[in-house]
């Protein structure tokens, strides 16, 4: 089949050189526009565009769908089906309505759960045990269309929301294949999502990356990864903004070596490499951080440089 590919970050990438290498026909891939990024504000391409051009592959960046002129691109392909893997652009009907078979969309949840943006953090938020990929049939909602096909995959204590992408995408990219080989012979048979169990994973806010050390080591920990590798935990010491990268829960009662009670954000010092923070329940060993403007260190790095013990994280 005739098969456009649209997506933007380094998710669906794995999916697309799945495309690329298959018997179908890629005829051309969009992803969003060119945009500054870093210090210098030097023009960036997508991880899409980077690999479609390394491939040969025609590319366009519309800057959006709503207009004909957006749309002339994708219609002059004339493609079966339009793969859309976290492009980032609103489909509207128009667009939808250009493939022969109609577009369908990789999500990174099991639906109806977690439909939106963000379903990789908030799974994680949640501390959810289970999440998969979804690939369904592409309407006019939010995630709401016909589900194709479902794939699980567990998550682990120590997944964070860069590793547990990557999982996914690698899931991904052979389901995608499945799901276009039965498109083509007529033997997919699309299955409405349940109405139970809806919920939607919206657009992670940078504030709610500060830590609460009111809240439960393992909520703490949850949010760690969650927002690892963006926008990253954060908490303050001394003033200065403190990123956490990597930690893990320690199960204790909420006392120092000499019994005391310690309030949520004191620092206990270093146990087994692990900077010893004291939360609402048990305590968060604090194993890789980052102050402002440095590198990142381990936990002895920072201890070492300070005297921090019996301080409170703010």
């Not at 139970?196 to 992670?204: C, D, F, L, N, Q």
Request: hydrophobic share 45%; proline share 6%.
């Amino acid at each position: 089949m005739r098969i456009a590919f649209a997506g933007t970050p380094e998710f669906a990438v794995p999916p697309l050189a799945a495309l690329q290498s298959s018997r179908h026909q890629l005829v051309g891939v969009l992803t969003q526009p060119d945009r500054p990024a870093g210090r210098g504000r030097k023009l960036a391409t997508s991880a899409v565009k980077e690999f479609a051009m390394a491939h040969g592959v025609t590319v366009a960046q519309p800057a959006t769908l709503r207009t004909a002129e957006g749309r002339s691109a994708l219609a002059s392909w004339q493609p079966d089906v339009l793969v859309v893997v976290a492009y980032g652009l609103i489909l509207p009907t128009e667009a939808l309505a250009v493939p022969r078979l109609g577009c369908i969309n990789i999500h990174a949840s099991l639906l109806p759960r977690w439909r939106g943006a963000a379903p990789v953090q908030r799974a994680i938020l949640a501390g959810d045990a289970l999440t998969g990929v979804t690939i369904m049939q592409m309407d006019a909602g939010l995630d709401t269309g016909p589900m194709l096909l479902r794939r699980e995959l567990p998550i682990s204590s120590t997944d964070d929301a860069q590793s547990l992408l990557a999982s996914l995408a690698a899931l991904g990219a052979p389901a995608l294949l499945e799901v276009l080989d039965g498109l083509e012979a007529g033997t997919v048979v699309p299955q409405a999502q349940p109405a139970e169990g809806v919920s939607y994973a919206a657009k992670i806010d940078k504030t709610e990356a500060r830590i609460d050390w009111r809240e439960s080591a393992l909520a703490i920990d949850r949010r760690i990864r969650a927002f690892r590798p963006w926008p990253v935990a954060e908490t303050r010491f001394h003033g200065e903004q403190l990123r956490i990268h990597r930690a893990e829960v320690v199960v204790r009662g909420l006392a120092n070596s000499r019994g005391e009670v310690v309030a949520p954000g004191t620092i206990l010092g270093l146990h087994d490499d692990l900077l010893l923070v004291a939360c609402g329940k048990d305590f968060l060993g604090i194993a890789e951080l980052q102050r402002a403007g440095r590198r990142s260190m381990s936990a002895r790095e920072f201890a070492n440089g300070l005297r921090a013990t019996g301080e409170v994280f703010e």
